[in-house]
């Protein structure tokens, strides 16, 4: 009887599941052009939002220094001293090293692609074999060479808004969140019941942790691979080039391990047209490689535990999937904010194995089990 009740409950429950489905397939047949202009309505908001916050949590220590050691109090006092503090590094970073890196990528476009499209052209000859895979990705790799382009005015229009709301909502959105963090976060918890109040607070305070640890340990391991892969470069001959490719290499380090590799292309491409000036000559492609490697070893393992904490160590294949399904939902944004969310939610989960420890431990014998069935 017990055993009945078990299945027709197990029957009930995937009914349940079955119906939500259909009615969710039903709702994005029925409301797909609604559901998309309200998630494109949704990223665009989110967009500046996300930037805004990853700044505040940058300031975060500056804020602690103003109210604990320097005894400033008045929020909104140490809100304009972070702001004109930011706005003066913005100022600068884009007058000088922003100019310089804008300078680099045109030179690239203008004079070294052109090589190392010819470089290919050269290797893959009309007799090699190889010949219509590579004409295959030239149709999809196009730097630099003019060709008809068909104005789309919808699109165009809706591209400058999105990067108007952008600039325009960006220190909107980071000064009220310098300003009125704590008010948000009082209103926010505010509005949970009261017996769950206190779980509230514990896993914001946990999940504050982690989205702070990521940010700060992100943009300083970003500044530090920027400054490693310029130095590198330089040392192999890369001159001038070094400074694009290795702010390059840093930037692109805000998605991790994918994000480099990505970023090492162009160098690579670049290294194969300058073998005769480069240090170690024609294996100068394996030694940037082999930089980037040990490089990602010495983040990952090493740096990246140091400077974020264990609460942000995740498991790569976690990662990779993060990554895929947020920059699914969200586009960019969602590769930005895939780790803070996961690592979010494995706090809160580990939260409450935490309350629950006892019933969710596992006895010796079931993972003995579990490790014959894996070892098979």
Known sequence: MKEQNSRIKLLINLSILAAILINLLLVRELFSNAISLFMNAFIAILLPFSIALFISYLVAPVFKLLERRIKLKNRLINTGIV???????????????????????????????????????DVFSEESSFRSIYDWLRTYVRIGESEQITLDLMAIFQSLTTIVLTIVLVPVFLFFILNDRARIYENLVGLVP??????????????????????????????VMAIFFTIVLFILGFRERSI?????????????????????????????????????????????????????????????????GKETKIHPLLILSAFVFFAYLFGIVGLILAIPITGTIKSTVLYFKELHQDKLKLEEDQIKKIREETST
Not at 106 to 121: C, H, K, L
Not at 203 to 214: G, P, Q
């Open 194 to 223: 009261k017996k769950y109040r206190d779980h509230a607070i514990e896993l914001s305070t946990r999940a504050n942790k982690v989205i702070e640890s990521y940010f700060n340990g992100r943009f300083i391991t970003m500044f």
């Open 244 to 308: 694009l490719f290795g702010f390059m290499l840093g930037f692109f380090d805000i998605v991790p391990y994918v994000g480099p590799f990505i970023a090492i292309i162009l160098p690579v491409l670049f290294s194969l047209t300058e073998q005769d000036t480069l240090l170690f000559g024609e294996y100068a492609p394996f030694v940037i490689l082999g930089a980037n490697i040990v490089g990602q070893v010495i983040q990952n393992n090493i740096a990246q535990p140091l400077i974020m």
């Open 83 to 121: 702001y004109a503090g930011v706005t003066i590094l913005l100022i600068v970073f884009f007058r000088f090293a922003g100019t310089l890196i804008y300078q680099q990528a045109v030179a690239f476009i203008e004079n070294d692609w052109p090589r190392v499209i010819a470089y290919f052209d």
